[in-house]
């Protein structure tokens, strides 16, 4: 393997280290024995080495690999630090491990070479998350994206074929197309202004996202994924199985179900009065935040079906932003507080209203299945609610 990894990952990639470790450290674990039982938005969620079923290990992968994002380390510095460790504790090589006293799977041994793998596919899509971050925080100014292949001999045909596409970064088709979408994959995605576009006479493309069956892991079985329609080439293009999902779009906040209801409440607050919810804010005022982008909002005490966190969506944001009314981000707070500690609550047909009165005023916070709808406010409730 060349060298010059760090050159390819941290500089080709024109990407403020921080970024890439703020995502990977937003990551928990996920475990499947195979790669096709960790869903690809669980992936891009937790960590993951498919065949790892040992939380250790994965721990002592994950932790190499945020030490290669922090420090710059190639991948002969991340191998030279985890060799030793999985052939200690009897990870390295061919095989499965199985636990001598109580017969349990623990997973399967990792090849020097599948560590080549495991640490591209990573730092690509650290990478590329951070790079998203700061691509959709600059979406204003440079509302479109433009893929780019390396195109050299070793570029597969289906990626060339996708150098210099051009779509709206809003696009639904990023959610599948941002990349890595394939292991091996080293294309990248920039940013362009309109003034850009005009002046190059560059084609901005609005494929119609469709769905296909992929096979996917298991000779036979099928699962729907999404696709487009390559304007640029007119085949179908889909991203291989495993991957398909953009993982800054999923990745920026860490599961929050798994910790205890106050430390989420307080990280939780704090994302709603830090600079990530204060971008996000701005680009739903200017209509360019991404309609799947999501922010937690409150946590729930008591368990509910599904998450106990309550999210809203980029879409309610952006309509909660541009009303004549608008809901500020200080607001935000109020629907956190009103949502955790109401004084009313009001819940029909799946949907409840959360009443928190402040200083004379009602606020009202209604939620459905785990998402902020709207946040109203006025010195009578009864006029806050349904009827009746």
Sequence with gaps: ?????????????????????????????????????????????????????????????????????????????????????????????????????????????????????????????????????????????????????????????????????????????????????????????RARSAAEVEKQGLTVYHPDVIEIDQEFGIPGETRKVPAMINPMTGAVYAADPGFGINPGKVAWQPELDRYATPAARQYITATLTGPDFVRGYALAQAGALDSEQRYPVAMLAQPAEGSRVVQVRGSTLTTMATADEPVTPAMFLLAQQAIQHPAKTVARDGTVWYCLERRGEWWVAQVRAGELLTLAHGDVLDALLPEG
């Design 1 to 189: 393997m060349p060298t010059p990894e760090k050159v390819e990952l941290a500089y080709a990639l024109q990407l403020a280290p921080a970024e890439a470790v703020a995502y990977f450290e937003s990551k928990g674990y996920a475990i499947g024995l195979h790669w096709y039982d960790v869903y690809a938005e669980a992936q891009a969620k937790a960590f993951t080495i498919a065949g790892v079923m040992k939380l250790d290990i994965l721990k002592d992968m994950r932790d190499g690999l945020q030490k290669a994002l922090q420090e710059g380390d190639t991948q002969t510095d991340f191998n030279r630090q985890i060799l030793p460790i999985l052939e200690r504790k009897g990870w390295l090589g061919k095989g499965v491990v199985i636990d001598e006293t109580t017969g349990e799977l623990q997973g399967k041994r990792l090849m020097p070479r599948r560590l080549d793998t495991i640490f591209r596919t990573n730092m690509q899509s650290a990478y590329n998350a951070g790079r998203y971050r700061e691509q959709m925080a600059n979406a204003a100014s440079r509302p479109y994206l433009e893929r780019v292949a390396v195109m050299d001999s070793h570029t597969r045909p289906v990626h060339a074929g996708l150098n210099g596409f051009i779509a709206p970064i809003d696009s639904p088709v990023w959610g599948f197309l941002y990349p890595p979408d394939a292991y091996g994959c080293r294309c990248r995605v």
